[in-house]
Nanobody, 125 residues
């Protein structure tokens, strides 16, 4: 049974930083793709960053240069370091995995992922 648990969200002033963590259990993702997504109230869920094979990374244009995705294989954890945060980054952030494969719409497309965490709130004021 695959589970993803996010942590690290919170409230921060504009220009500040947060680091989100996503710990996976029942699943070793190191050779697969993991993604971070976010959803603001009234908006669709959107891809923020993804990492494939622990090496190849993908970012939405809105976060390039500010966010960094990384992984710790030993801890089976994926991180999202968020710097220079803006009020428009306010959202619930989710991590996602695709342990069973399935249709592929790209690394930042929600439809590519089948397992999701419960989310962690990030508020930037």
């Amino acid at each position: 049974h695959v589970q993803l648990v996010e942590s690290g969200g919170g409230s921060v002033q504009a220009g500040g930083s947060l680091r989100l963590s996503c710990e996976a259990s029942g699943y070793t993702y190191s050779s697969r793709c993991m993604g971070w997504f976010r959803q603001a109230p009234g908006k669709a869920r959107e891809g923020v960053a993804a990492i494939y094979g622990g090496i190849t990374t993908y970012y939405d244009d809105s976060v390039k240069g500010r966010f960094t995705i990384s992984q710790d294989k030993a801890k089976n954890t994926v991180y999202l370091q968020m710097n220079s945060l803006k009020p428009e980054d306010t959202a619930t952030y989710y991590c996602a995995a695709r342990p069973y494969g399935g249709k592929w719409y790209g690394p930042l497309a929600p439809g590519s992922y089948s397992v999701w965490g419960m989310g962690t709130q990030v508020t930037v004021s």
